[in-house]
């Protein structure tokens, strides 16, 4: 399994930028996928989640300004963020947990690097 993350950069506050996860070596609808992210001395967190219907769900942090969806047919899921604040600056991981297999195989990206600033 492998996911790859890019979109990341740097962005003025207020701006927007789009996150995207190509997953490979996997069936992608038997995995609830999910973006987090890790800021400079903190732990890690939750953002969002996606499920293989698209239902989505949102951690406060983003809720009215992310926006996560997946393509299917192409093994993609995209996080949309917009009103940016420089409190979003952080490395965003890309995750994929399978719904189906028990203990669930749970996969992370490289992450992609997001960086708010004037």
């Known amino acids: 399994v492998q996911l790859v993350e890019s979109g990341g950069g740097l962005v003025q506050p207020g701006g927007a930028l789009r996150l995207s996860c190509a997953a490979s070596?996997?069936?992608?609808?038997?995995?609830?996928m999910g973006w987090y992210r890790q800021a400079p001395g903190k732990q890690r967190e939750l953002v969002a989640t996606?499920?293989?219907?698209?239902?989505?769900a949102y951690a406060d942090s983003g809720k009215g300004r992310f926006t996560i969806s997946r393509d299917n047919a192409r093994n993609t899921v995209y996080l949309q963020m917009n009103s940016l604040k420089p409190e979003d600056t952080a490395v965003y991981y890309c995750?994929?947990?399978?719904?189906?297999?028990?203990?669930?195989?749970?996969?992370w990206g490289q992450g992609t690097q997001v960086t708010v600033s004037s």
């Open positions: 070596g996997m069936i992608f609808k038997n995995y609830m």
């Open positions: 996606v499920s293989s219907s698209g239902n989505a």
């Open positions: 995750n994929a947990k399978n719904i189906i297999i028990r203990p669930p195989p749970n996969y």
